[in-house]
C-alpha cells in the first residue's frame, strides 16, 4: 500500500519540478525574464512670444525633452514665418534676457513642461564668409586704383604714371600683401562660431575699410608726396615691423583655428604653441589684435602719412574694444584662466 502511494505521488512531483522527478524529464522548468518596461516619454509644450507685444506667434506640441534651440528654432521656421529663418530668430527665456544659444538643450533650461519662449527678430542676415570678402577685396582693388593713377583721380598729367620713390612702390606691395592674406585666411583659416551677421553690417564694414583705404592711397600714391624723415633707414625698420607682425598674426590665426575641431562651436583656452610667435599668449588675450596693431604701425612708420596714423588709431581703439569683450569673456567662462594676461597690450590694456 505504501508503494503504490508513493508511485501515485511521483507524477506530481516531477511536474512541480520535485526531488521525484522521472527520469528523462526534463527537469525544473525555467521562467522567462520578465520584460522591462519602457519609460514614458514626457513631451514638451513650446509657446513662442514676441517679445515686444507678448503676441502669441506659435505654439509647438509635442516637442521632445532632448531637442536643442537650433532645432526648435527650425520648427518655429516652418510652422508660422517662412521669413524668420533659424539665422534671423533670437529665442530667449525672458523679453529682455540674452540670447539662448542653438546648442542648449530644452529638458536643461529652467522650464517646465509648458515652456515659454521670447521671439526677437535680428533682420536680415548675411554671411561672415561673404562680409568678410567684400569688406577685404575693396581695399585692395581701391588701392591699386590709386597706386596705377587711373584717370579722375590726379591731373591728367599724371594719369598712368608712376611715383619716383621706391617707398610708394614698398608701400603698395605691403598693403597689398595684407589684404590678399586676409582673403585667404577668411577662405582656408578661420572657423566662425556664428555663421551670419545682420546685413546691414557689410554697409557699415565697407566704409570704413574702402574709405580709409581711399583716403590713404591717394595721399601715398599722391605725385606731391614726400617720403619718411630718415629716409632708408625708417623705412627698413618699419618693414621688419610690418613683416614680423603679420607673420605673427598668421601664426595665432593659425593657432587660433587648431582649438576648435571643423563644425564645432568648442571654445578652449588659447596656450603658446612651439611657434614663437604664439608665446604672445602668455601675456595678452587676444594676440592677433596685439600684431595687427604692430602691423599698422609699421605701415605709419614706412609711409609717414597722417590718414595711416588716424585709420591706426582708429583701429586701435576698436580692436581695444573686441580685445576688452573676449578677455572679459575667458574670465567669466573658464575659473583657471591665467591672470598674468591683459587684453591687448602686455601689463597696460
Request: proline fraction near 7%; aromatic fraction near 16%; charge should be positive.
Amino acid at each position: 500500500m505504501d508503494t503504490l502511494a508513493l508511485e501515485a505521488t511521483q507524477p506530481k512531483k516531477a511536474q512541480n519540478g520535485g526531488v521525484g522527478a522521472l527520469p528523462g524529464s526534463s527537469g525544473p522548468s525555467k521562467r522567462k525574464p520578465a520584460k522591462k518596461t519602457k519609460k514614458a516619454v514626457v513631451f514638451f509644450e513650446v509657446e513662442i512670444l514676441d517679445a515686444k507685444t507678448k503676441d502669441k506667434l506659435c505654439f509647438l506640441d509635442k516637442v521632445e525633452p532632448n531637442a536643442t534651440i537650433g532645432e526648435i528654432k527650425s520648427m518655429f521656421h516652418k510652422s508660422r514665418e517662412p521669413q524668420w529663418y533659424p539665422a534671423r530668430q533670437s529665442i530667449r527665456l525672458d523679453p529682455k534676457g540674452k540670447s539662448l544659444k542653438d546648442e542648449d538643450v530644452l529638458q536643461h533650461l529652467p522650464v517646465g513642461t509648458t515652456a515659454t519662449f521670447y521671439f526677437r527678430d535680428l533682420g536680415a542676415q548675411i554671411s561672415w564668409v561673404t562680409v568678410f570678402l567684400t569688406e577685404y577685396a575693396g581695399p585692395l582693388l581701391i588701392y591699386l586704383m590709386f597706386y596705377f593713377r587711373v584717370p579722375f583721380i590726379y591731373a591728367p598729367k599724371y594719369d598712368f604714371t608712376t611715383s619716383k620713390h621706391w617707398v610708394v612702390h614698398l608701400a603698395c606691395m605691403c598693403h597689398s600683401f595684407h589684404y590678399v592674406k586676409r582673403l585667404l585666411e577668411t577662405m582656408f583659416v578661420h572657423r566662425f562660431s556664428h555663421g551670419t551677421m545682420p546685413l546691414r553690417n557689410i554697409f557699415k564694414n565697407c566704409t570704413y575699410y574702402w574709405g580709409f583705404a581711399a583716403w590713404m592711397a591717394y595721399y601715398i600714391n599722391h605725385p606731391l608726396y614726400t617720403p619718411p624723415t630718415y629716409g632708408e633707414q625708417q623705412i627698413r625698420l618699419a618693414l621688419i615691423l610690418f613683416l614680423f607682425c603679420q607673420i605673427g598674426n598668421f601664426s595665432i590665426h593659425i593657432a587660433l583655428r587648431n582649438l576648435r575641431p571643423p563644425g564645432s562651436k568648442t571654445r578652449k583656452i588659447p596656450y603658446p604653441t612651439k611657434n614663437p610667435f604664439t608665446w604672445v599668449f602668455l601675456l595678452v588675450s587676444c594676440p592677433n589684435y596685439t600684431y595687427e596693431l604692430g602691423s599698422w604701425l609699421g605701415f605709419t612708420l614706412m609711409t609717414q602719412c597722417l590718414p595711416v596714423a588716424f585709420f591706426t588709431l582708429v583701429g586701435f581703439i576698436q580692436m581695444t574694444v573686441w580685445a576688452k569683450g573676449k578677455h572679459h569673456s575667458y574670465l567669466k567662462e573658464f575659473r583657471d584662466y591665467p591672470k598674468l594676461r591683459s587684453p591687448i597690450v602686455p601689463f597696460v590694456l
